[in-house]
């Protein structure tokens, strides 16, 4: 089941530029996995510690990420 959530940011700030994908910024429209899968690039960094097994999606992600974009 996934749950619904609602959020006040959705942009993540990179500290460095990244340099396969040259972006600055990430979005991801979910928080938590259903899946919690061993090899997942998210295990190795400190949002991995305690990951959850519930999938939220963040239903009022489009309205936020345009005033993100608008402030900025």
Known sequence: MVNEIQVKS???KHKRRDDWFL???S???YEGCAFNCI??????SKYGEN?????SAK???PEVL???LSEG
């Open 51 to 55: 990951m959850e097994r519930t999938l």
């Open 10 to 12: 959705v942009l993540n």
């Open 39 to 44: 090899y997942c690039y998210i295990r190795g």
């Open 66 to 68: 345009r005033r993100q």
């Open 23 to 25: 972006d600055d910024y």
């Open 59 to 61: 239903v009022n992600l």
């Open 27 to 29: 979005v991801n429209p």
